[in-house]
């Protein structure tokens, strides 16, 4: 019969290596040894199994953590690992020392042993989400000669106190990433996860024996401030070429750096309780992640701590209004509101921005009137019209010297129609100056080179009215208002108990007379009910003031005056007169149409007898009579005439007339005259 083979793994207290192979046919005093069955619990076989198998080990993957094996001959492997992993197998991973844990001060201190060599590369594991902190210096007894550290999320390095380089990423988001500084003659390179950042030009570096290595920060604090302060984060594999330092040893062998000082630096990569500071508001719901927390938030909120909220969906004003978010909560505003009462205002204490201006529009026909006045102990603001003219009246500030400053507008305002204005302090060096704003033409108030009062008395213990001197005042303004703002904070129109929800944001004026309410909208007197407008005149509402449009027969505010008809003076060439309905042109001679503006031609109805010619002119015409015709129309039939002589001329007498016996003389017969 033949044996079977049998694998066979001896180890023997040698200095060599334990033999890795197979034995077959082992016989004792002819005994057969090996192969042979034992029981399990026996030592007298150790490591031993049947067979003789040559398989590659790597086959069975025996690298952890995505180490890559390589086969080194009969049954045999080694590991080469990735970074942060070591061991046989990389089953162990290089301890990360936890820096700034709760905020407080944290710091490694290593001391060099050996010459790295002209060319040092320094890398390590780092993770933060600070923008800012020291990560390491390389220092001797004199300078601090190689410095790292966070600038805005990005690594900055320094060498020799002079030359200076800084990364393109940032590494401040939560992750892991690979930093090496590769220090090299005369050249300097950062790279981030195996890609440069960046690369410069240096004095060449040195470092020797007895040098020290700080990480995290310095043991002085202010030292470590220059800095951004100390790191808060995870530090881990952190090597000089391929030396360690290693805050808390890993069991495998490795070549390491020694340890001088640890303070504050725990062992792994926890992290702080982000939410034990309860930050999501508004009942946001907070999930914590590794030294951040994310908020959950409730529907109608948003942003990172679940701060914004969405206030106008949220239905917070009445149907009247309209809903304007702010940025710590929401106003509801009116179009604008009417109506001759006072309202009362007050700050609720809360204030603490710069009070800069006020602005507001206004509608109305009253010509004295007070729009907004606000009054504490001697400081005061009033804005009101006087003789329709819009005037400002200033007084404020700390300095109980300052003069009061007044500012009237350029022309009337009180003409019903809306008017917008803009009161505010104006800064620029080294003069400073309020402008009164309205409608658009800036008017200055008041020039000087110092600050010339401020709207900060409103702050706390005024007294602000809108219509009004005051509550007890008996004139009230008379028009409409649209919204008033004083320092960008609204002065509202509603109750707080007229809303929906009340007001969130921390700085706001308060109404605070609940028994005078406007009314919401904008509308004047009911100036058209009855119809004043008399005759068929039909009324316009003008605000506060009426206007009538009449039918063409009459005229006057009212139409109450019979249009006189002659006032165009209708007839062109002739008289006009009036008549119960229009009127009648008496016509001039030579003219005629409705408006006297046809001229008549003077021959068309003559009474030339037939032959004749009519001559016209402008109100007449005249017969041209044929030879044989005679007379006004040459009606008349053409007499002989008689040649007579003179003693001085020879004359003749015309129309049968006969020579008379005085000289130059004729004798006529009947219906005939003149000399001849």
């Not at 390389?138 to 550290?149: C, E, G, I, K, V």
């Not at 009246?393 to 500012?407: C, I, N, P, Q, R």
């Not at 039909?538 to 039918?551: A, G, K, S, V, W």
């Not at 001679?589 to 109805?605: A, K, S």
Request: net charge negative.
């Amino acid at each position: 019969c033949s044996l079977n083979d049998v694998s066979l793994l001896v180890e023997v207290m040698l200095p060599s290596v334990s033999f890795l192979g197979c034995f077959r046919d082992v016989l004792v005093d002819s005994r057969l040894v090996l192969p042979g069955d034992v029981p399990k619990d026996s030592d007298v076989q150790v490591n031993i199994v049947a067979g003789c198998s040559d398989r590659d080990k790597c086959e069975d993957s025996p690298c952890q953590n995505r180490g890559r094996c390589v086969s080194q001959g009969w049954r045999r492997y080694a590991c080469e690992c990735h970074r942060p992993y070591e061991g046989d197998d990389c089953a162990e991973e290089y301890i990360t020392g936890r820096f700034g844990n709760k905020d407080l001060e944290s710091y490694a201190m290593f001391s060099l042993d050996n010459d790295p060599g002209d060319s040092v590369v320094i890398s390590m594991f780092i993770r933060t989400r600070q923008s800012s902190g020291l990560l390491l210096i390389l220092a001797n007894t004199t300078s601090q000669y190689l410095r790292l550290w966070l600038v805005e999320g990005r690594v900055k390095v320094q060498v020799n106190n002079f030359e200076t380089l800084v990364g393109r990423n940032t590494v401040n988001n939560g992750h892991f990433h690979l930093v090496a500084v590769k220090l090299e003659g005369t050249a300097a390179t950062l790279l981030l996860s195996a890609h440069t950042q960046g690369s410069m030009a240096i004095r060449r570096v040195q470092a020797h024996p007895g040098d020290l290595v700080f990480v995290g920060g310095l043991p002085d604090s202010r030292a470590s401030a220059s800095f951004g302060g100390y790191f808060k984060g995870c530090v881990q594999d952190l090597r000089i070429n391929n030396k360690h330092l290693q805050f808390y040893p890993v069991s495998t062998p490795v070549e390491s750096y020694n340890l001088e000082k640890l303070v504050g630096v725990s062992e792994g990569c926890s992290s702080d309780n982000a939410c034990a500071a309860n930050p999501c508001l508004n009942g946001g719901e907070c999930y914590s992640m590794w030294d951040d927390f994310i908020c959950s938030c409730p529907p109608n909120t948003a942003g990172q701590r679940c701060e914004e909220v969405k206030w106008c969906e949220l239905s917070p004003c009445p149907v009247t209004t309209i809903c304007q978010p702010l940025s710590q909560g929401f106003e509801c505003l009116l179009a604008n509101a009417c109506g001759s009462v006072i309202l009362w205002y007050h700050s609720n204490k809360k204030i603490k921005s710069n009070l800069s201006g006020v602005s507001l529009s206004f509608r109305t026909r009253q010509s004295e009137a007070v729009l907004l006045h606000a009054q504490r102990d001697s400081d005061h603001i009033t804005i009101s019209l006087l003789d329709s003219h819009l005037v400002t009246e200033l007084l404020g500030g700390a300095d109980h010297d300052s003069l009061k400053v007044t500012a009237e507008s350029l022309g009337p305002l009180s003409d019903g129609e809306w008017h917008f204005v803009s009161i505010s302090k104006e800064r620029q060096f080294p003069t400073s100056r309020w402008i009164m704003d309205v409608d658009g033409h800036k008017e200055y108030i008041s020039v000087t080179k110092t600050a010339v009062g401020d709207l900060n008395f409103l702050r706390d213990g005024a007294d602000i009215f809108l219509g009004g001197l005051s509550q007890e005042s008996g004139l009230t303004f008379s028009g409409c208002l649209g919204p008033v703002e004083i320092g960008g904070l609204h002065l509202p129109f509603h109750l707080e108990t007229e809303l929906n929800l009340p007001r969130p944001q921390e700085e706001q004026f308060v109404r605070g007379n609940s028994n005078n309410s406007p009314q919401y909208g904008c509308w004047g007197a009911t100036v058209c009910a009855p119809n004043p407008c008399q005759n068929g005149g039909m009324c316009e509402d003008l605000f506060d003031q009426h206007r009538c449009t009449c039918p063409s027969e009459w005229t006057g505010s009212l139409c109450q005056d019979q249009t006189d008809t002659c006032n165009s003076h209708p007839c062109v060439n002739g008289n006009c007169t009036n008549l119960s309905e229009g009127y009648k042109c008496e016509c001039e001679p030579g003219f005629t149409g409705e408006q006297c503006e046809v001229e008549m031609d003077m021959c068309e109805n003559s009474s030339c007898n037939y032959g004749a010619t009519c001559l016209k002119s402008f109100q007449s015409y005249t017969c041209l009579c044929p030879r044989n015709m005679t007379g006004h129309f040459c009606e008349l039939p053409q007499l002989p005439a008689s040649f007579c002589a003179g003693t001085r001329w020879n004359y003749s007498c015309f129309n049968g007339g006969n020579c008379s016996e005085a000289e130059n003389t004729c004798y006529c017969l009947p219906g005939f005259t003149g000399q001849w």
